[in-house]
């Protein structure tokens, strides 16, 4: 199975695709999207969606997963994270992936093993579950909740709870959801 990482900004968004068979991890790309400072925000989303979408077309994800925003102080910056997230939640769904979504003490606890991790122990965990990783922090960063996502769909599928896609790949004929299906994708 392959899976897409997002980590949403509105100047970088992080991504990264690793390969997921059985128990082995394996890195397959990573890299920001990096929107242009000094064009409106609706021009950056613009990017940030063409971004995301071509990196899903090169890579061809099964499934994708986003990290959740945190509230910051400033009231703006939070905003425009939140305009960024939606985008990058909007981009993967429109293309047809299941698509979760992980908070962020929830990846770094699955990848690092404490929730008030800092960058830099993340980076280095993805240096060592994924040899040959050099990602700059948003890429890792990016990593890291697919690697999350990795776990959890063990889990998931250990208990029989597998995600329901968007539309496209391998949707519900007719578009009709399942009973039992809750928002996000995750059967009951």
Not at 51 to 56: D, Q
Not at 98 to 103: G, L, Q, T
């Amino acid at each position: 199975m392959r899976l897409l990482g997002l980590d949403p900004g509105l100047r970088r968004t992080g991504w990264g695709v690793i390969d997921v068979t059985g128990n082995h991890l394996r890195h397959v790309a990573s890299g920001c999207i990096v929107s242009t400072l000094g064009r409106s925000i609706a021009e950056r989303l613009v990017e940030l969606y063409d971004g995301v979408i071509a990196v899903i077309e090169r890579w061809q994800p099964d499934e994708a997963a986003v990290e959740e925003t945190f509230v910051n102080k400033n009231p703006e910056s939070t905003l425009k994270l939140g305009l960024a997230r939606g985008v990058v939640l909007l981009a993967p769904a429109k293309a047809g992936l299941a698509v979760a979504e992980y908070a962020n003490n929830e990846v770094k606890k699955a990848v690092v093993g404490a929730g008030r991790a800092d960058k830099a122990q993340v980076a280095t965990m993805m240096r060592h579950l994924l040899p040959g990783t050099e990602a700059v922090a948003d890429a890792a960063d990016a990593l890291a909740v697919a690697v999350c996502h990795a776990h959890r769909a063990g889990t998931r599928r250990l208990w029989g709870a597998e995600p329901v896609p968007a539309h496209g790949k391998g949707a519900w004929p007719g578009g009709a959801r399942p009973g039992g299906v809750r928002p996000g994708g995750v059967r009951r």
